[in-house]
């Protein structure tokens, strides 16, 4: 049993990037035409240090707003604090941040700030111990996990999949839900094209009706889906994901936008998905996803995190699935983006279909700031 010594936390620096790319991320909900990322660095009275990453892609103006919140909001609820164990910055802004967040409605920026700061509190604490934050959770974390290929346009499938094989990856997901009807025309050409190993998914984005949603999964009926995600809002009545669930000819896949310990046990409960998505930059960093990890465990369904962005957040949810065990997959955004490949290219992690992690204490990131320039760094100190 691993006994957490107190830190103090002395420094914050808050750094926003911004990348304008060639191919703009597109979904069913809207574009990116660039690739943001606010990393963040908290540092210890002992000199111990750890990198975490707030969930930046929407709205547009995303990233400044959530750095800002952090510095001038938030900061003072940490700084110069003292802490006992990685969870425990959490619980504390958890608590102490209610009042603020329900003064303003804005509880998705002040829970995707919060899990920014405790992915930093995980990785300080396994460098201040000398291991890496999988095994600190987890001291029979495997060092790889199983991975997919995400964020393939419907577009442009047939040629990112050839791709994404040559780059070592045997599982993809397809963005869907533009025109139903032409989304199944290439889901079927895709389909086709797979290697006897390899794995389809697809992905809605929220996009569909139930009546829509059933009518692609039948459309695709005797196809091999790994699962389609999202097929409807997040937030729909739990009578229409019900409904979902009783008609769909495949599993279903969600959880990136649920937030909160009774949110995700609800669904959990209900068994309203067969894999369960939460985002570590979202909500709940390490100490939430995990307790989510060994709901959705025990119930008999699959953990696979969500995640789209940068090398900081990448890295964490790589280590949170090893920490979790069990069957789920590492979703690996294959977009351009420069926030991601700091800490090395996608090659070099990937190996038959798998992800290897770093021996590196912590997250396994020597410093994912080093090349890059920012767009705006904000820094705080006692």
Request: hydrophobic share 45%; charged share 20%; with cysteine.
């Amino acid at each position: 049993m691993i006994v957490f010594p107190e830190i103090r936390l002395r420094s914050i620096r808050v750094a926003v990037f911004r990348y304008r790319v060639d191919t703009p991320v597109a979904t069913s909900f809207g574009t990116m035409f660039d690739r943001p990322a606010v990393f963040v660095r908290l540092e210890a009275a002992d000199g111990s240090f750890g990198w975490g990453e707030v969930f930046a892609n929407w709205p547009a103006a995303g990233a400044e707003h959530r750095a800002r919140l952090l510095i001038e909001d938030i900061s003072d609820l940490i700084l110069g604090k003292c802490f006992k164990s990685p969870s425990d910055a959490f619980f504390h802004l958890e608590r102490t941040t209610h009042v603020r967040a329900l003064q303003c409605g804005e509880w998705g920026p002040f829970r995707q700030v919060i899990a920014g700061i405790d992915q930093a509190m995980h990785d300080l604490y396994a460098r201040h111990l000398g291991i890496t934050v999988r095994h600190m959770l987890n001291h029979k974390a495997p060092d790889s996990v199983p991975a997919y290929a995400s964020g393939i346009h419907i577009g442009t499938a047939s040629e990112t999949i050839v791709e994404c094989r040559q780059a070592g990856f045997k599982r993809f997901k397809l963005k869907v839900g533009f025109n139903l009807e032409r989304d199944v025309v290439t889901v079927h050409q895709c389909l086709d094209c797979l290697q006897p190993d390899e794995v389809l998914y697809v992905d809605a984005n929220q996009a569909w009706t139930v009546e829509e949603a059933v009518r692609f999964s039948a459309s695709l009926a005797d196809s091999p889906i790994g699962w389609i995600e999202e097929p409807i809002l997040a937030d729909a009545p739990s009578r229409d994901w019900e409904d979902l669930k009783e008609r769909m000819h495949h599993p279903l896949a969600g959880g990136e936008n649920i937030a909160g310990f009774d949110a995700f046990s609800k669904a959990v409960e209900h068994a309203q998905f067969t894999f369960f998505q939460p985002d570590i930059a979202k909500w709940g960093g390490f100490t939430g996803c995990m307790a989510v990890a060994r709901d959705v465990l025990h119930a008999g369904r699959v953990f696979c995190p969500h995640f789209l962005g940068g090398a900081v957040g990448l890295h964490a949810s790589a280590n949170l699935l090893a920490a979790a065990g069990g069957n789920g997959v590492l979703e690996v955004d294959v977009n351009p983006n420069p926030l991601r490949d700091v800490a090395g290219s996608l090659a070099a992690f990937l190996q038959d279909g798998n992800w290897t992690m770093s021996g590196n204490v912590g997250l396994g990131l020597v410093d994912p700031t080093l090349d890059l320039e920012p767009f705006e760094t904000l820094d705080l100190a006692v």
